[in-house]
Nanobody, 127 residues
């Protein structure tokens, strides 16, 4: 059982930056690939970014590539999402998720692969 708690969301102007954090409970954080997903009002939840267990591999949705960076600190049981050059279309609730024994393959892109989810943090980007 893993509990995830996101923080760092807020209201920013277009072009601004935010760093989201996701703190995980327990002592097995390094056993999980970690992902970030987001859901805007009226839209389906979509993949944003993922990172493998060691942090050796990362991947991003095309819509955020070059602007967002995912990282993890296994000693702190924390995964981060650095978001730069934010756009109004980035407005959404952002959730982190943990995928036990997740490997660097296609399954990291799908929400059904993930075992545990945080409650989400709101990111609002104004024009």
């Amino acid at each position: 059982q893993v509990q995830l708690a996101e923080s760092g969301g807020g209201l920013v102007q277009a072009g601004g930056s935010l760093r989201l954090s996701c703190a995980a409970s327990g002592r097995t954080f390094s056993n999980y690939a970690m992902g970030w997903f987001r859901q805007a009002p009226g839209k389906e939840r979509e993949f944003v970014a993922a990172i493998t267990r060691s942090g050796a591999n990362t991947d991003y949705a095309d819509s955020v590539k070059g602007r967002f960076t995912i990282a993890r600190d296994n000693a702190k049981n924390t995964v981060y999402l650095q978001m730069n050059s934010l756009k109004p279309e980035d407005t959404a609730v952002y959730c982190c998720a943990a995928y036990k024994w997740g490997q660097y393959n296609r399954r990291i892109y799908y929400e059904n692969s993930y075992d545990y989810w945080g409650q989400g943090t709101q990111v609002t980007v104004s024009s």
